[in-house]
């Protein structure tokens, strides 16, 4: 993990308060799928860093982008950002999704759920890089579909199953609907979103027997492990404090969803 100041490439508004931004950084090289930058705000009243999720590395390792909603203070900032603002930034941070646990020959369900849909695009294109087999469930608001035609470009279309609560596209309702209704199967899924999309997916991963993980959002103040400010509540131990607790920052923010209690 590391500090580095990035300079924005373009930053684009993909539907109403969501916005694309392509940052150059030294943290691209290193960052893995689910991984998340610590972004600065630079506005003297925002002091924490936000958590945002990295969607996707360029081919050369040289800039990630994050896809966020504009929420409050920082969001709003970052959202005015053009072509050549400095960034201060730290990461890559938090485990990301371990790509391994996909066995040859299987199959995943990569399912992402209003804003924690940008991280399953990098998920994506590593597991086809692999050679691996996965079909992606995004859960939307309505028929905004921000990054359907990358998810669609990864993919292909047959595989990109959609739910929006208004039912305007796709299945009417959860993604967990969607995959009842058309009959999506897989063997393991791999998941960020709401916290009630996340415990419907441990519920529908425990009656199916899949192993699930799922990436948890906790507020963040240090990003590095030393503040306590994220922890979760977990079934095991943890081995320096002895209590059942794991830091979303450190540990998370991907867990296997059997060993936390959401
Ligand atoms: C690991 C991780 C990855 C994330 N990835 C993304 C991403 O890819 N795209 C994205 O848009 N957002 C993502 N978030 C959420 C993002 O960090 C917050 O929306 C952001 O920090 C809000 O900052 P703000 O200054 O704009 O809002 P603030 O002024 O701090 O807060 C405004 C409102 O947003 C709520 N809020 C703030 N932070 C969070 C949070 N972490 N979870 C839930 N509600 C929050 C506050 O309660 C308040 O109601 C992620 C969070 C985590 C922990
Ligand atoms: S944000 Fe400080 S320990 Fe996770």
């Known amino acids: 993990m590391k500090k580095d100041t990035g300079i924005v490439l373009s930053q684009t508004r993909l539907a109403d ?17 689910g991984q998340f930058a610590a972004i600065f705000p630079s506005a003297g009243n925002t ?6 999720s990295i969607c996707e590395v360029s081919g050369d390792k040289s800039a990630i982008r994050i896809v966020y909603r504009v929420v409050g203070k920082g969001t709003n900032e970052f959202s005015s950002y053009t ?8 990461g890559p941070c938090g485990n990301g999704f371990d790509t391994e646990a996909l066995a040859e020959g299987k ?72 995959i009842n209704e058309q009959n999506v199967a897989g063997d393991i899924i791999f998941s960020c979103g709401p916290m009630p999309m996340l415990r419907a997916l441990k519920v529908f991963s425990e009656e199916k027997n899949m192993t699930a993980y799922i990436s948890l959002e906790e507020r963040m103040a240090c990003g590095v492990g030393a503040c ?13 404090s002895h209590v059942n607790n794991a830091r979303v920052c450190v540990e998370g923010p991907v867990f296997d969803a059997k060993e936390v209690e959401i």
Not at 83 to 90: D, F, H, I, Y
Not at 228 to 240: A, E, I, Q, R, S
Request: proline residues 3%; aromatic residues 6%; neutral net charge.
């Open 17 to 33: 308060g969501i916005y694309s931004m392509w940052i150059d950084t030294e943290i691209a090289s290193e960052a893995r799928p």
């Open 47 to 52: 002091l924490l860093q936000r958590p945002i």
């Open 83 to 90: 072509e050549g603002t400095k960034v201060e930034l730290l």
């Open 107 to 178: 199959s995943a369900l990569l399912i992402g759920g209003g804003i924690g849909v940008p991280p399953m695009l990098e998920l994506g294109k590593t597991l086809k890089k692999q050679g691996k087999n996965f079909k992606f469930v995004l859960g939307y608001r309505n028929s905004e579909l921000f990054l359907y035609d990358d998810f669609v470009r990864c993919a292909g279309k047959e595989n990109v199953i959609i739910a929006t609560d208004d039912g305007s596209v796709g299945t009417h309702g959860t993604v967990v609907s969607a």
């Open 228 to 240: 306590l400010g994220c922890v979760c509540k977990t079934v095991n131990k943890d081995h320096h």
